[in-house]
């Protein structure tokens, strides 16, 4: 699967030209790491293509295959990223993520259209994937959606922050939390003139988990169903709420 050219939208994550449930069986490793260093190095972000590139990539976590605590990685030429050795906002530096890679003698090389894949979705997308599921997480049924319904005393459609100090998940571009402060936009069911502080209720128990709070300054604009009725305010969607659509909630008379 050769790393096509194209324009930088193209190359951010996700790439639907190339579905995980493709290059997971192609790939003879995948791993979560980190670049420690990388010749030769790139400052300038603002190019369309970049060289090739040979990093040192240290393995937080082995996902497929076999890997010691450190790997050679080298990333093809004409690829419209590059790596970095420090973190960078530009999606045109990779710094850290999934590295999906195919042996080249005795070091891997970047497999793909992506070849690091480090946005929000990414660990997640794998995990299912890995596990034999699809790639993407189903959504809410009505069913479940009307039984959130009845039981919430509160559905709001607000902006969810994650707190800073209660991450569950780590990626590179953004962490999540399993507590967050809602600001309400719109309240379709009971009371919420101020912002409010929730935590997340029980989740199903899936490969790489099904959702959290963005730990981002701008949050997350959803539909959120709350549960006031006992301790502190608590999320009770169990699927992500970004998916979900007005029309979808059953509001009664």
């Keep these: 699967m050769p790393t096509p050219r194209s324009s930088t939208a193209a190359a951010q994550d996700p790439n639907p030209s190339e579905p995980l449930s493709e290059l997971v069986p192609a790939a003879d490793l995948i791993v979560y790491g980190t670049v420690e260093s990388v010749d030769p190095a790139i400052t300038d972000i603002d190019q369309d293509v970049f060289p090739v590139q040979t990093a040192t990539v240290h393995v937080g976590e082995v996902m497929k295959g076999d890997a010691s605590e450190t790997i050679s990685v080298t990333k093809p030429a004409d690829t419209h990223y590059a790596l970095v050795g420090e973190a960078n906002g530009s999606y045109d530096a990779k710094h850290e993520g999934i590295f999906v890679l195919k042996r080249s003698g005795d070091a891997y090389e970047l497999f793909g259209h992506v070849g690091v894949h480090d946005d929000a979705g990414a660990q997640r997308a794998f995990a299912r994937v890995l596990a034999g599921q699809r790639e993407q997480i189903s959504t809410a049924t009505p069913a479940q959606i009307a039984e959130w319904a009845k039981e919430a005393e509160i559905i709001v459609f607000g902006r969810a922050e994650g707190d800073a100090d209660d991450v569950i998940w780590h990626t590179p571009r953004v962490d999540f939390s399993s507590s967050a ?73």
């Design 181 to 253: 402060t809602i600001t309400p936009i719109e309240v379709y069911k009971g009371e919420m003139s101020e912002p409010l502080d929730v935590v997340l209720g029980p989740q199903p128990d899936v490969p790489g988990g099904t959702w959290a709070f963005p730990v981002a300054t701008e949050g997350n604009i959803a539909t959120y169903f709350i549960d006031t009725s006992s301790g502190a305010p608590t999320v009770i969607n169990t699927a992500q709420p970004s998916m979900l659509e007005r029309r979808q909630i059953p509001l009664g008379d």
